[in-house]
């Protein structure tokens, strides 16, 4: 069975550095694309960017360049996502995704992780 | 970038209805449509891929058509496990985009 599993939830003052983790199992996790999608409270779905564990290969959304580092560690099964210096805009829900590919980079988000949130506040 | 839109933002039906949400792109995407369900507090999940193509396990009245700019998510008979919020999704160019969402509710 694919899983993935995210790390706890955190609680980080603005300006704080933070890593949070999706440990992959049950598939060849360095075959597949992960990608990272935000949630705001109360908003809708904001793709961030994605990541092939295999090649570390990196694509980010415009509006998160330079804002996150995603990253991942395939002798662990385990991808990142982070923040060298978090601001109160940066609360909100993240999740991890595998991305099943039709063609190219095109697919679709077939397997999720149970979300972690993200509270940043002084 | 592509613009997904979704229509309704929001809709009330009753258990038994037949549902429809609309998701338009901004440009052409051909099939590389995708629709999710959201619960409260869970992971999306999803139900349509490549437009039309039923996920493993999504019960079958879940349906999606649509090529180009217009896509539809049909509902044939809504169930109780069924209120939640839907998103479409696009794939085409390696910048995805998802609807805004779709919340559908009791009536």
């Known amino acids: 069975e694919v899983q993935l599993v995210q790390s706890g939830a955190e609680v980080k003052k603005p300006g704080e550095s933070l890593k949070i983790s999706c440990k992959g199992s049950?598939?060849?996790?360095?075959?597949?694309?992960i990608g990272w999608v935000r949630q705001m409270p109360g908003k809708g779905l904001e793709w961030m960017g994605i990541?092939?564990?295999?090649?570390?290969?990196?694509k980010y959304s415009p509006s998160f360049q330079g804002q996150v580092t995603i990253s991942a560690d395939k002798s662990i099964s385990t991808a990142y996502l982070q923040w060298s210096s978090l601001k109160a805009s940066d609360t909100a829900m993240y999740y991890c995704?595998?991305?099943?590919?039709?063609?190219?980079?095109?697919?679709?988000?077939?397997?999720w992780g149970q979300g972690t949130l993200v509270t940043v506040s002084s | 970038d592509i613009q997904m839109t979704q229509s309704p933002s929001s809709l009330s039906a009753s258990v038994g209805d037949r549902v429809t949400i609309t998701c338009r792109a901004s440009q052409s995407i051909s099939s590389y449509l995708n629709w999710y369900q959201q619960k409260p507090g869970k992971a999306p999940k999803l139900l349509i891929y490549a437009a039309s193509s039923l996920q493993s396990g999504v019960p079958s009245r879940f349906s999606g058509s649509g090529s180009g700019t217009d896509f539809t998510l049909t509902i044939s008979s809504l169930q109780p496990e069924d209120f939640a919020a839907y998103y479409c999704q696009q794939s085409y160019s390696t910048l995805w985009t998802f609807g805004q969402g779709t919340k559908v509710e009791i009536k």
């Open positions: 990541i092939y564990p295999g090649d570390s290969d990196t």
């Open positions: 995704a595998r991305l099943k590919i039709i063609t190219m980079v095109r697919g679709y988000f077939d397997s």
């Open positions: 049950g598939y060849s996790f360095t075959s597949y694309w």
